[in-house]
């Protein structure tokens, strides 16, 4: 099982994601995952920055971490300058530069005129291109989404001849093709039950394709906090993100049956012109008391290794955290000592 942490977008202050990268490296876990996001909506205190820019940062303080959107998309970037700043990064980092991938979301797209149609056919030659880009002397391709691609190059090889793509598959479609060409999944919030659900899709979409289903790496993006004194107090620190699992309704639904929350308002496609926003805060009532418990691994250091071990018998074999505290450096010391060696026996 690996252990790697995810960094807050909009983001607060530097200084302070600095110690705690350099201190989550020190306690021995894997890798960062940092949003890619151009804006925020709603906004949030914090700044979004280059996610690119961002991680080269990291990589100047690190030397183990591996670096990883979490995630970008298929719309903003020509897929030649995409594998570009990867490959920029895997160069400054000597060999840990990754790439999150998804279909993207309005937030990031539909408000500067780009389009998001197609979005799947488009992931999948992105990927494609990407890695061309890597390792081919020169590209001559005619891409539908792209133009004519005539005798192109990136004058810059990553350090890896393949970066590492984790692929944000939410739906059926994402999933077939994360099986078929990903490295990685790196699916949004949903509890154990539903995870053994979806890993299966994307296990039965590699065994399909001809691969080792094993040679993925599926990943769990959830709150942490741990408070041995007050495992209620780990519960309150993520209260604050309960309207999110409204913004993901597809996916609540899909895990509690009989709750049917109205679909048509989701993080994708969310804007702050939206009018129905009020109407769907109505809903917040109606989640379970246990949603926060459910999605996410809380409460004291037994219940957090208790959470992680449900998610691995899901098919999980990495957790990403988002360290809610509620004394951060407390929370990798615990790691350090207590879940990193558990999961390593």
């Known amino acids: 099982m690996r252990f790697s942490f995810h960094i807050p977008v909009p983001t607060p202050r530097l200084e302070y994601m600095f110690e705690g990268t350099k201190r989550a490296e020190e306690c021995g876990f894997f890798g960062i995952f940092y949003a890619d996001h151009t804006a925020m909506l709603p906004p949030g205190p914090g700044t979004c920055y280059d996610a690119y820019c961002f991680l080269s940062s990291l990589a100047m303080i690190t030397k183990k971490l591996k670096l990883c959107t979490g995630v970008s998309d298929c719309h903003r970037f020509h897929p030649a300058l995409m594998a570009h700043k990867v490959a920029t990064l895997d160069q400054i980092s000597n060999g840990r530069g990754m790439i999150g991938l998804g279909a993207g979301e309005a937030m990031n797209i539909d408000m500067y005129g780009l389009n998001r149609k197609r979005s799947v056919s488009k992931l999948r030659e992105y990927i494609i291109l990407m890695r061309k880009f890597w390792t081919k002397k020169r590209i001559n391709k005619k891409s539908e989404f792209w133009g004519e691609i005539k005798n192109a190059y990136i004058q810059i090889k990553p350090v ?81 993100f309960k309207t999110s699992y409204l913004l993901n309704s597809w996916i609540t639904n899909e895990a509690y049956p009989n709750l049917n929350l109205p679909e048509n308002f989701n993080v994708h496609d969310y804007d702050m012109s939206s009018n129905i926003t009020s109407d769907y805060l109505n809903n917040l009532n109606r989640l379970p008391e246990t949603i926060i418990q459910d999605f996410n691994c809380l409460g004291t250091t037994d219940d957090v290794i208790s959470n992680i071990e449900k998610y691995k018998e899901a098919g999980a074999t990495h957790i990403s955290i988002m360290n809610r505290g509620p004394d951060p450096n407390k929370v990798y010391e615990i790691f350090r000592d207590k879940i990193i060696p558990y999961f390593k026996e």
Request: net charge negative; charged share 30%; with cysteine.
């Open 160 to 240: 890896q001849k393949n970066p590492p793509i984790y692929v944000a598959a939410n739906g059926p479609k994402t999933r077939q093709l994360t099986g078929e060409l990903a490295d990685g999944w790196y699916p949004l919030y949903q509890p154990p039950w539903l995870y053994k659900k979806n890993y299966r899709e994307v296990f039965n979409a590699a065994k399909k394709a001809g691969r080792d289903p094993s040679e993925i790496d599926y990943v769990y993006d959830c709150f942490v906090a741990i408070d041995d004194n007050d495992p209620d107090n780990a519960i309150k620190r993520c209260e604050f």
